[in-house]
């Protein structure tokens, strides 16, 4: 995973995925509806989500190097105890080794060599600092920039799909540079954004002071970088602006770049990336490279070198020595996300391992975790949702039938993924040592990074996957109308292929409607089958989708996150329109599939009360406040407890399913339904 806790996977999908716990004990398969989690004490019909998950959540504090802690993030943990044994297998001597043992071995052993990484110090990165050190005019930060080992100081540079054209790949850069997790940090007025500027201002300095600055010295670095970084995030777009593709698409030539932004050599640049031919390019964010190079005329060279050198050692931190593994957890794990101890440092080398070479451990993973008949369950479950997709696209009161038309065009249009890519990525190119834990990192880093720009100019590759076969996650991606089921969210307590169907269709149904729905959110809707940002709708279509969308942003934007933070209805739109559809379509599925068997009740809960229970404790899950205000920031999907109790209470067959009465909180005076 990323070195710090903060963006793993807020990216795309269903569950914010954390980090987790600590024995290593053969973990307890639990079920996909455990009672047990339940608090019988707590009224459905006022709060499900606490009803579902409330016993649960009383027995199970987070763990101290947790910043939350639930069904997921415990899924995560028992995951890596697993992860873990196939990783020391593959380390441990033996006679013969296939390149992708001897790979995964070799990394896992280097990443726990503590010794050789405390004797190493920051001597790995020296060569680089020097050259930053030596550096006489800011006309050479754009070689430098291109050739430091970390991607993204200043801007990242990478390879895209193109938006109106999804045949082919393009070049892309992207606004970045920034050390703390969003824009929002550096121009919030508010105490506690002020306080967290303050410790951040603070943790750059020691950084510097670790590196060898005397305090005075590190302290003027330290006020340069934020300076520069707040100028960045004064061009940056904000992340209700990002979800919206049209103002990420900018496609323009090597001349208008450089017109936007005069005092960056883009061609050094671009030849030192190795892509010395580069002429056009898709601009995502204009305003921030006019931003980077006011700041480029503003700054001088030596506040530059401080920004570079800072983001040299705060990419690299948890992989150098423990002085630095410990301050950049200081802050980035305590202060920002409430972490009270670092994890064990085998999961941080699991979760490095399954970051740099996730395909190729992955291989081994799904050997060992995901048996044929899951897949073929996920697989007709797949089916039978999009069927009820179909059903409920037909059926919608609100849509022409000229948009209806296209809607299923675009259904039928989804690839299904689930488990794992059907080709592996090589890795074969990737030098491994099993000695050297930064160079690994950083090769592995290069590695992606050419892997990425190797694919400008060329035709799409729709097989591919961003997530790695152990990730507990799912995503859509609207580029390639593509729903993504790795292997490790197959898995009990969100899918049990020996379980019965309600709490499987409410769990894992509701995931799987969930990824499609996005296909069909205020984003998603946006892309036509084949990808292509291009507008499908009817006009008044179009007008009838936001009314509906409205509603649900004015139903999140009630709910409070902590204190007196509420939730982004905007920014956490399509998460909830993808919550409540796919639930919605998982219930429909269920229905249809079960309309012949006699369902009789189970522990006590009627066949209703066991899907939505099932969808409840997918939620089952509690985070630290620090964490919670984080993500109020930067995660566009809502706090576990209201994608739980702001699904069902828009949802009259759960209303039924509990017998709740009028005026109770999960019953919706104005409910609202987009599909
Ligand atoms: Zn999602």
Redesign the pocket.
Known sequence: MLPIAISLVIL???LGAPIASSQSAAPARQSVLDVTSLDPSVDPCTDFFTYSCGGWIKKNPIPADKTSWGFSSKLVDDNRVLLREILEEAAAPAPEKDLVKQKIGDYYSACMGEQAIETAGTVPLKAVSERIGRMHSKRDIAGLAASMPNRGALFDFQSDQDFKNSTLVIAEVDQDGLGLPDRDYYVKSDPKSVELRQAYVAHVQKMFELLGASPGVAATQAQAVMRIETALANGSLTAVERRDPKLLYHKMTLKQLEALSPSFRWKQYFSASGQPGLRTLNVTAPEFFKAMDAALRKEDLQSWKAYLQWHLVHANAPYLSSAFVNADFEFFGKTLSGAQELEPRWKRCVDYADHDLGEALGQAYVQRAFPPQAKQRAQKMVKEIEQAMERDIDGLSWMSSETKQRALEKLHAVANKIGYPDKWRDYSTLTIARDDELGNVLRAREFEFYRQLAKIGKPVDRGEWSMSPPTVNA??NPQLNDINFPAGILQPPFFDPDADDAPNYGDMGGTIG??LT?GFDDEGRQFDPQGNLRDWWTAQDGKEFEQRASCISDQYSQYVVVDDIKINGQLTM??NV?DLGGLLLAYMAWQDQTREKKLSAIDGFTPEQRFFIGYGQAWCNQTRDETKRMYAAIDP?SPDKYRANGAVSNMPEFQRAFQCKTGSAMVRENSCRVW
């Open positions: 795309a999908s269903i995503y859509y969930h990824e996005h399509g998460e993808a999907h």
